[in-house]
């Protein structure tokens, strides 16, 4: 079946970052597989509500149509997330911080442990940040033993390599 794409979800379809783990992979291609399972029975909907004829006072059909273009939308965008898709593979020991790697840094006094994964990962509550951020584009490619300074809010901060693993 044949999606029509929408200017205004065409303009939504940017780029995602790459970088996911094996695990959350396999959970992306989980969410893919129950998209398919459910995709025949939205159309389906759709198809039986649009032989009621008038569609423009039909709510019932209207709503299905949205449904059915969220799923097909959903769809569209893991498949291109998981083709597209970079494992972050476990680091072996090295000297400077790269994706996968954890990573102690000291600022203000205090040591603070960080997981630095790809944004789709990014969990900064639980320790996990994305390269992206400033704070993971900051740390990458340095060695322990180096600072490396964040001007944030008007204000710089330090942190301090201490550990890689």
Same mark, same amino acid.
């Given at each position: 079946?044949?999606?029509?794409?929408?200017?205004?979800?065409?303009?939504?379809?940017?780029?995602?970052?790459? =970088? $996911?783990?094996?695990?959350? %992979?396999?959970? !992306?291609?989980?969410? !893919?597989?129950?998209? %398919?399972?459910?995709?025949?029975?939205?159309?389906?909907? +759709?198809?039986?509500?649009? &032989?009621?004829?008038? =569609?423009?006072?039909? +709510?019932? %059909?209207? !709503?299905?149509?949205?449904?059915?273009?969220? #799923?097909?939308?959903?769809?569209?965008?893991?498949?291109?997330?998981?083709? *597209?898709?970079?494992? $972050?593979?476990?680091?072996?020991?090295?000297?400077? +911080?790269?994706?996968? *790697? @954890? +990573?102690?840094? &000291?600022?203000?006094?205090?040591? #603070?442990? %960080?997981? $630095?994964?790809?944004?789709? &990962?990014?969990?900064? &509550?639980?320790? #996990? #940040?994305?390269? !992206?951020?400033?704070?993971?584009?900051?740390?990458?490619? @340095?060695k322990v033993g180096e600072s490396v300074t964040l001007r944030l809010a008007e204000r710089e901060m330090e942190y301090k390599i201490l550990k890689i693993e």
């Amino acid at each position: 079946m044949r999606t029509l794409n929408r200017k205004s979800e065409k303009n939504n379809q940017n780029k995602t970052d790459p =970088f $996911i783990t094996e695990e959350k %992979y396999h959970e !992306l291609k989980k969410t !893919l597989e129950k998209l %398919y399972k459910t995709r025949p029975k939205a159309a389906a909907e +759709v198809s039986s509500l649009a &032989e009621m004829g008038d =569609f423009s006072e039909n +709510v019932e %059909y209207q !709503l299905a149509k949205g449904r059915l273009r969220g #799923i097909n939308n959903r769809i569209l965008m893991l498949e291109q997330q998981l083709n *597209h898709a970079v494992i $972050i593979s476990p680091q072996k020991k090295t000297d400077s +911080v790269r994706i996968g *790697h @954890h +990573v102690r840094i &000291e600022t203000e006094g205090k040591k #603070i442990d %960080y997981l $630095i994964l790809g944004s789709a &990962e990014s969990k900064p &509550e639980k320790g #996990i #940040i994305s390269h !992206l951020s400033p704070l993971g584009s900051a740390l990458l490619g @340095h060695k322990v033993g180096e600072s490396v300074t964040l001007r944030l809010a008007e204000r710089e901060m330090e942190y301090k390599i201490l550990k890689i693993e």
